[in-house]
């Protein structure tokens, strides 16, 4: 067993695949295309389901299955209003993965996907929540650091990374996610205990990604310091952060952010419908960058390590090379 394998043994052996190298859920981009691609490739593809209806989600899967030689997974955003249902469409494909992200998992959710024979794999912001999920018997962890493409927390991968595989990683394979963008990295994280990473923006160029070619053409030219996160205007709302690269669309989000607050105020909306509709204010600017390819308007989504994308190469190359990195890198360190 070569040491990449012997590090990503507990990864692997979760997933399924050969890689422990996930390819995080990105809306819009992670359909079926990218996802069985990923997963034909040895790594672990996820559909992004977003604000999909359960009939979208039930379409997509079965899309994907046909596609898919290999195991995938499915991510649900917790605070989408029929997420229970979207569940049901899980176990009725028997789909082996769910991840839950942009929250805490409701009441009753993990014990509902464990009952379907699903792993459950949730993102933990804080070593506090990350010990209580354990406790509530997750499978495995995704950390995710503020270096990601789209909607971030305010802690480094680095640091999440001291704070969280020391404490949890004997307990539950832990996935790194956030600014990797190169397999050295990835040698790095499964050496403090990381049974495997996640990334995101070094797989929206796949040549089986469905990104419009603008999008593509933007991520290629991007560097690091031009995926910037948004900033909130108005105390009174909170809004997650999002990385995306800068554009006219930044500028609009702030205008989005007046709007809504203002309807807080006027009490037109209470706090989590205004959240709400930031959010679909997102999806929505998503889409029409990645679909429409109006890349002035809409958001490109983008973490840092979008610098060190710089052409179209298809999945299997992408997790070639990456895996040769960290190859090398495990080599020399002898
Ligand atoms: C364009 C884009 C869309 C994303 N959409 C989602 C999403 O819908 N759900 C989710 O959990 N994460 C989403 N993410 C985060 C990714 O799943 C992944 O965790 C992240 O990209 C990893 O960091 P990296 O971009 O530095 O590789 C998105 C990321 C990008 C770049």
Redo the contacts with the bound molecule.
């Keep these: 067993m070569s040491k990449i394998d012997d590090l990503m043994a507990r990864g692997t052996e979760l997933l399924g695949s050969d890689y422990a190298i996930l390819c995080?859920?990105?809306?819009w981009?992670?359909e079926r295309n990218l996802v069985s691609a990923i997963s034909n490739a040895g790594g672990f593809g996820?559909i992004?389901c977003?604000a999909m209806t359960p009939e979208l989600l039930d379409t997509e899967i079965a899309a994907t299955k046909a596609l898919a030689k290999r195991n995938f997974g499915v991510?649900l955003?917790t605070m989408h209003p029929q997420l229970f249902e979207l569940i049901k469409i899980c176990a009725k494909h028997q789909v082996g993965h769910v991840?839950l992200?942009?929250g805490l998992p409701p009441k009753g959710s993990l014990e509902t996907i464990k009952t379907s024979g699903a792993k459950v794999i949730c993102?933990a912001p804080t070593l506090a929540l990350a010990k209580k999920l354990v406790r509530s018997g997750v499978d495995a962890l995704?950390i995710?650091g503020m270096?990601?493409?789209?909607?971030i927390g305010p802690v480094s991968t680095s640091v999440l990374a001291q704070e969280i595989l020391p404490e949890l990683a004997d307990q539950v394979p832990v996935f790194v996610?956030?600014?990797?963008g190169r397999g050295e990295a990835i040698a790095a994280y499964l050496e403090m205990g990381a049974s495997g990473v996640?990334?995101?923006?070094?797989f929206?160029c796949a040549t089986e990604s469905i990104a419009h070619p603008n999008f593509k053409k933007a991520f290629m030219r991007a560097s690091a310091r031009e995926a910037v996160a948004s900033v909130q205007i108005d105390p009174r709302l909170p809004v997650i952060p999002v990385r995306a690269l800068k554009n006219a669309g930044t500028e609009a989000f702030t205008a989005k952010q007046r709007e809504v607050a203002n309807k807080l105020d006027a009490g037109e909306v209470d706090m989590a419908e205004a959240q709400l509709e930031i959010e679909h204010y997102w999806a929505g600017a998503?889409r029409r960058a990645?679909i429409d390819g109006d890349i002035e308007n809409g958001s490109l989504?983008?973490?840092?390590?979008v610098g060190m994308v710089s052409e179209e190469e298809s999945a299997a190359a992408i997790v070639a090379s990456l895996v040769q990195q960290a190859e090398a890198a495990l080599r020399a360190r002898g």
Excluded at 147 to 151: L, W
Excluded at 198 to 202: E, V
């Design positions: 995080g859920a990105m809306s981009v992670s996820v992004a977003g991510n955003i991840v992200a942009g993102f995704v995710e270096e990601a493409g789209g909607h996610a956030g600014g990797i996640q990334l995101g923006t070094r929206v998503l990645v989504m983008a973490g840092q390590s």
